[in-house]
């Protein structure tokens, strides 16, 4: 749940290695393959790659080659949401399935370690997969900045070969891009 006063767990590792800012200058550009990673799915306890959802499968996996929105998100701790991002989130979740819908698959990546996301799944009853990467090595391999303590959101669209289609880096006219502007691209992919 959102709090305002509750700042536990605020000051760690974590805050002191983002605190100073560096803005948003991805230089993944449209039409170029997404770099792979690896993290731990919080639901699931399993680590996952992004060429289980794209790209080059082993043979015998379940998951399809589908079209992915990496949705960056920033979250301080497990009480405490970027005052952007918390709608955002939420829109995402409620709005799951037109994404489900479209053969799409949201990873939401955030930066609370497993204990924090762990809460962050439960208390929000995110249907997506929820990706820790607590120490913001995919944050920082897809560039997407950082200032006051944790990683800045950032929206990117793949494919399913696992190029990106669309991306959408935090600014302050638009700290993220709305879930309308999300499903459209998807449609104009899918076209």
């Known amino acids: 749940m959102l709090t305002s006063t ?10 002191f290695n983002n605190f100073m800012p560096i803005p948003a200058t991805s230089p993944l550009r449209v039409g170029t393959l997404a770099p792979p990673f690896e993290l731990l799915n919080v639901a699931t306890g399993q680590r996952v790659r992004l060429s289980d959802y794209t790209g080059n499968r082993k043979p015998g996996m379940e998951t399809a080659n589908r079209p992915v929105v990496l949705a960056f998100t920033r979250i301080f701790t497990e009480k405490q949401y970027c005052p952007f991002c918390y709608p955002h989130i939420k829109e995402m979740r409620d709005r799951y399935s037109e994404f489900a819908d479209r053969g799409v698959e949201v990873l939401m990546i955030t930066s609370t370690d497993d204990r924090q996301s762990k809460t962050v799944l439960k208390d929000l009853k995110l249907p997506m997969p929820l990706l820790s990467d607590p120490g913001c090595r995919v944050f920082r391999t897809y560039q997407v900045g950082q200032a006051l303590g944790a990683p800045l959101p950032a929206q990117f669209i793949l494919d399913r070969q696992g190029k990106i289609r669309f991306r959408h880096l935090f600014s302050f006219l638009e700290s993220n891009a709305n879930v309308d502007r999300l499903l459209e691209a998807l449609d104009q992919i899918n076209a």
Not at 6 to 15: S, V, W
């Open 6 to 15: 509750d700042f536990r767990g605020l000051l760690n590792r974590r805050f």
